[in-house]
């Protein structure tokens, strides 16, 4: 793998580098910070380096610290083949985080393999820009023994559904299907199987649930006067629990989840993709204008894991993985987040491992990440936390107790490393949770910082991708269809009233005209009125309706009704 730099856009940024800017980060140890160089490793930090050794591809971090001193001779790697065991990477606001997540990515573009990242604040965009180069940078290089070039990966910026800057991302209702969906609107058993039931037979009659409208239509038919006997032989809909599904429907279209829903549905195959000169692409999706709307995007990162463990085989273990995913700020996808939720990350982040996917998520404290997900997380990064707190004190304790048994202590370390230095356990090359290391981290290669307004923007619609996803499609759906057929009916019921009105006028005439006719008169007559009466065209246009209503029904999906 190729080292990894960065770059210097402002004093505070390159301060996060090097561990100045008001912290002392050599005083991991006790000691002064330094630097050991050509010498004779110390004995613990020999047996700590050699976990680390690793005979196949890997991602360099950075260099060990030990008792003060930064040893560039003994590297902190991951093995690649590792990635898809998912990790975490965790910290105090300012400690590092974000730069780790991009020195990561940057390693695995180089590698070959593609990289999603979910980028809350809008602070990742940069890796598509070469960094600065600068002295802080040039001395954080010179203390790991990293040799440092400033480099831009290749990049692709998304957008939920088109809010904010990039290619719009969207997926129809139908690719949902009903459990992921009652699982977002947080619907109980009783109403997830109502939900089945719709989309049973939205699917079953040819309708179309493209966006919520849709799918809104469908619920609203099933209770309505005309519609409540299509579901009555296997349950039927009752009309509580169809005005909890629209409530619940209603208050997801308030978070913005109206415009994700749609079309052209975005083709999750896309995020596999490598650039030309063979890196991996860095997919980016841009959520700063949606921050504040968790059960969006969270509901779209589980439908975007759900999609792509749909598709793709089971690989077993690879030299390297298809894809790895970062979720930054990872603490507001499980906010507030409903049971159901988090059983399908669990389930999803122990599944998709074998088809060669990795996930790391990146926050702020262990404890962000429920129990049943951090138990699947093999990789940790974990950058300073603070004791200011009886509550930051307990979940510093409870951070200490989920790492291996080391010669350090972890308790007083992780309330003293400096920016840009984290405590690090990975898995070994044979799946073996690696020695506990205080690591002084390398330097990303890339910008450190928003990606300029106006090249995003650029390079947004100078995307392949752009003409393909930008222009949102409302084709014929459930909704147009119900529509449709509810007109149709409407003006079916007037003409039959008209039909009705013109035979029983014909009748009266009939009557007032009285006896007094030839019987051939009379015979002919009868057989003039009964085919120019009304009744007569009532017939004929019944019949016609009710064949019209039979192909209107297949064509728009509604079932026959029952004679």
């Given at each position: ?63 060990l610290l ?14 690649l083949?590792m ?9 105090a ?11 990561i ?13 979910a ?13 600065t180069?600068?002295?802080?940078v ?10 440092w070039?400033a ?11 088109g809010i ?6 969207r ?5 949902f299907?009903p459990?992921?969906?009652?699982k977002?609107l ?12 719709i ?16 799918l ?13 006997a299509e579901?009555?032989e296997?349950?039927?809909l009752?009309?509580a629990?169809?005005?909890?599904i ?11 989840a109206?415009?994700f ?6 083709d999750t195959?896309e995020?596999?993709r490598?650039?030309p ?6 997919s ?30 089971e690989?077993?273990?690879l030299?390297r ?5 970062f979720?930054d700020?990872a603490?507001?996808?499980f906010?507030?987040?409903?049971k ?5 990350i ?14 790391f998520f990146?926050?702020?404290?262990p404890r ?5 997900v951090?138990a699947?997380?093999?990789?940790r ?10 509550d930051?004190?307990?979940a ?20 003293r ?24 981290l390398?330097?990303p290669?890339s ?10 923007d650029a ?11 930008a222009?949102?499609v ?12 509810q ?19 014909a009748?009266?005439?009939e ?5 007094g006719?030839a ?5 002919a007559s ?6 120019e009466s ?13 064949l019209?209503r039979?192909?209107s029904?297949?064509?728009f999906g ?6």
């Amino acid at each position: 793998m190729s080292d990894s730099p960065s770059d210097n856009p402002s004093d505070s940024l390159t301060d996060s580098l090097t561990g100045s800017g008001g912290t002392d980060s050599g005083r991991t140890g006790g000691g002064p910070a330094g630097r050991t160089g050509g010498g004779v490793l110390p004995e613990p930090a020999r047996e700590i380096a050699a976990g680390y050794a690793v005979s196949g591809a890997a991602l360099d971090l950075g260099a060990l610290l030990w008792d003060g001193n930064c040893l560039p001779d003994a590297q902190i790697r991951i093995p690649l083949a590792m990635l898809n065991r998912h990790g975490l990477v965790a910290g105090a606001t300012g400690t590092g985080k974000t730069k780790t997540l991009q020195l990561i990515a940057e390693q695995l573009s180089a590698g070959g393999v593609p990289v999603f990242l979910a980028d809350i604040k809008g602070d990742v965009s940069g890796i598509a820009a070469p960094g600065t180069p600068g002295d802080r940078v040039t001395a954080r290089a010179g203390q790991v023994g990293q040799s440092w070039e400033a480099e831009g990966f290749p990049c692709e910026f998304y957008a939920l559904g088109g809010i904010g800057p990039g290619i719009p991302l969207r997926a129809t209702v139908t690719s949902f299907g009903p459990v992921l969906l009652s699982k977002v609107l947080q619907l109980n058993r009783t109403q997830e199987q109502s939900l089945g039931l719709i989309f049973h037979y939205a699917d079953a009659k040819g309708l179309e649930l493209l966006d919520l409208k849709d799918l809104r239509a469908v619920v609203a038919f099933l209770v309505s006067d005309s519609g409540k006997a299509e579901l009555k032989e296997i349950g039927g809909l009752s009309t509580a629990t169809a005005g909890v599904i629209l409530r619940s429907i209603t208050a997801f279209e308030q978070q913005g989840a109206g415009d994700f829903f749609g079309e052209p549905e975005f083709d999750t195959a896309e995020l596999l993709r490598q650039a030309p000169d063979g890196r991996g692409l860095v997919s980016v999706l841009e959520l700063a204008a949606v921050q504040d709307k968790p059960q969006l995007f969270s509901t779209f990162l589980m439908w975007l894991l759900a999609d792509l463990f749909h598709d793709l085989p089971e690989v077993g273990d690879l030299d390297r993985p298809k894809l790895v995913f970062f979720f930054d700020e990872a603490h507001l996808l499980f906010d507030g987040a409903s049971k159901a939720f988090l059983e399908s990350i669990t389930r999803t982040v122990r599944l998709i491992r074998s088809k060669g996917v990795g996930i790391f998520f990146v926050t702020q404290t262990p404890r962000d990440v429920p129990a049943e997900v951090l138990a699947q997380l093999g990789n940790r990064v974990q950058h300073a936390l603070r004791a200011f707190t009886p509550d930051d004190a307990k979940a510093l304790r409870s951070t200490v107790k989920t790492f291996p048994d080391s010669p350090y202590d972890l308790e007083e370390l992780l309330t003293r490393l400096g920016i840009g230095e984290a405590v690090i356990t990975v898995l070994s090359e044979n799946g073996a949770p690696t020695p506990v290391a205080a690591t002084r981290l390398r330097a990303p290669q890339s910008l450190m910082g928003p990606f300029p307004a106006a090249e995003l923007d650029a390079a947004v619609r100078g995307s392949s991708l752009y003409g393909r996803y930008a222009q949102a499609v409302d084709r014929e759906s459930a909704y147009e269809k119900l529509s449709a057929g509810q007109e149709a009916e409407r003006r079916a019921a007037e003409a039959e009233a008209a039909d009705r009105a013109a035979v029983e006028e014909a009748v009266r005439g009939e009557r007032a005209r009285g006896p007094g006719k030839a019987a051939g008169e009379k015979d002919a007559s009868l057989v003039e009125q009964v085919v120019e009466s009304g009744m007569f065209r009532s017939l004929a246009r019944s019949v016609g309706t009710q064949l019209g209503r039979e192909i209107s029904r297949s064509l728009f999906g509604t079932a026959r009704r029952r004679r």
